[in-house]
């Protein structure tokens, strides 16, 4: 249960979790685990309802956009999972050049 109308919801593009967006009483972004659906985190700062929100290309960050014409940027989903592991780096010019003849 939410506890008030939920505006929006965004899934986690790296972990099995759901963002929710809400309006009044508490204004707030809360984070769930799926397919449990315990909630493991609220984020707050919005002083009116939160309208919508958007993912980064990453899927880590996410901009809220609320009622009172803020917007906010959380820090929801970590660290994506192609930054985990740096690429191994080449330096000679085209090494990764296919020939196809």
Do not use: D, E, F
């Given at each position: 249960d939410?506890?008030?109308q939920v505006c929006s919801l965004l899934w986690s593009k790296n972990e099995r979790e759901l963002l929710s967006s809400h309006g009044f009483t508490q204004n707030q972004l809360t984070l769930w685990k799926y397919p449990s659906m315990v909630k493991m985190a609220e984020?707050?700062?919005?002083t009116s309802r939160v309208l919508y929100m958007a993912q980064s290309p990453d899927g880590c960050t996410v901009a809220s956009a609320a009622g009172d014409e803020t917007l906010r940027f959380w820090n929801v989903f970590g660290v994506p999972e192609v930054a985990k592991t740096a690429p191994k780096v080449n330096r000679e010019p085209f090494s990764q050049l296919n020939r196809i003849r």
């Open positions: 939410t506890g008030s984020l707050t700062g919005h």
